[in-house]
């Protein structure tokens, strides 16, 4: 990685780890008021929570694993930024698993909501795990190669991909459960209000979640393409997972 800019690749790590941590925390506090209200949930909503919250925690763990290594262990060694540090090459998987949970999730929202329309659901599904498949080999080629001069040169297209991937489902469950969500609104006119500005709040959260994980993730793909020689879209992409996470637990 030739041209480094310090304040541009430790700096954007930092920042970005700094932020993440943050979102753990308000992912952690959430999850513990969820198990505090909805005792009586099922078993599988509840593991699929404290699932989401474990891999919060482990994501949090690596990215000041990573953030060590860089600012501490290679205080001052500048050359070493070119180096990508198997922790690093965790987070993207760690991200990508908890994005694919988030992802199932509300496919199977719309799925109910839909009654049951697999034209509506399946697409999400298998572009979900395409993300998944992607992230994957991305985190294997990170740890093979060691480098992120290497990396670009070679699979520069399948973390675009990845992130592409994110988006479109992104765009599809936040257009389906809007859609879904307003024929609910249009065909209960006739009852209390209260439904209804349930069912408004339900489009605004919908709408604004899907919104923040979508523009985050169009974000870490331009600043990745357009901006090669810092670590500034990876900043941004520890971010990321903490987005998903809280997207989750406020619905």
Known sequence: MSEVDIRRTFGALLIGGLFATLLAGVVGI?????FKLYPRDSGRLKGLTASIWLLDLLHTI???????NYLIEW??????IDVILWPL???IILTAILTFLVHCFFAQRIFRLSRKSYVLTIPIVILAVLRLASASVTTGEMIALGSFTEFKRRFTWIFTLGLALSTAVDILITGCLFLLLQTNRSSSRHLNSNLNALIDSLIMYTFETGSMTCAATIVAMILWI????NLIFMGLHFVI???YANSYLVT
């Open 226 to 229: 357009v901006m090669p020689h």
């Open 241 to 243: 997972g903490k987005f």
């Open 62 to 68: 690596f990215i000041w694993l990573t953030l060590w």
């Open 75 to 80: 205080f001052g060694q500048s050359s070493e």
């Open 30 to 34: 959430q999850t513990l008021i969820y």
């Open 89 to 91: 090459s965790i987070t």
